[in-house]
C-alpha cells in the first residue's frame, strides 16, 4: 500500500471556520484553531504542504485561562538593549492587545518553518463580536 502525496493541484477550495473565543479555555481552543490552519482535519493532510482553511476567531478578549495563569503567566519582550526586557502578564495582555493571546499559542503550536508564516496569515482574530468576513460565509466551529 502507498501514501498517496497531494499535490497543489489537488488541493481543494479554502472554507472558512468561525471560532467563539469566549466559549473555551485558550490551550483547547488554540489545539483546534492550529490543527484547521494546517489542514490536520481533512483526509488529504500533507505535513510538507499548507493545505489548511481560513479561520476567524471573534471575542478574543473573553477567552478563559485556568488557575491563576491571568496574573502568573508572563510574556517577556526584549529590545536588543541592556536592562530593556519588559515583563506582561495575561491580564495586561489582555487589555492592550486582546488578540495576542490567541495568536501567541496558535503559533507555538504551528511548525517551525517556513509554512508557518503562510498558515498564520490565515488566522484572523478580533476583540469584538463583529468581523469583516461575513461575505465568506463562516462554517462555526465547535471547540
Given at each position: ?36 490552519l494546517?489542514g ?37 519582550f ?8 519588559k ?57
Amino acid at each position: 500500500m502507498r501514501t498517496t502525496l497531494v499535490k497543489k493541484v489537488d488541493m481543494n477550495e479554502k472554507k472558512w471556520f468561525l471560532v467563539d473565543a469566549s466559549r473555551g479555555n485558550l490551550g483547547r481552543i488554540s489545539v483546534k484553531i492550529a490543527n484547521v490552519l494546517r489542514g490536520r482535519h481533512k483526509v488529504t493532510y500533507t505535513p510538507h504542504m499548507d493545505d489548511g482553511d481560513f479561520v476567524v476567531v471573534v471575542n478574543a478578549n473573553k477567552v478563559h485561562l485556568t488557575g491563576k495563569k491571568d496574573e502568573d503567566k508572563d510574556y517577556m519582550f526584549y529590545a536588543m538593549y541592556q536592562g530593556n526586557e519588559k515583563r506582561f502578564s495575561s491580564k495586561e495582555m489582555r487589555t492592550r492587545r486582546p488578540c495576542f493571546l490567541i495568536e501567541h499559542a496558535v503559533k507555538g503550536m504551528l511548525p517551525k518553518n517556513k509554512l508557518a508564516s503562510a498558515m498564520l496569515k490565515k488566522l484572523k482574530v478580533y476583540a469584538g463580536e463583529t468581523h469583516p468576513h461575513e461575505a465568506q460565509n463562516p462554517i462555526p466551529l465547535e471547540v
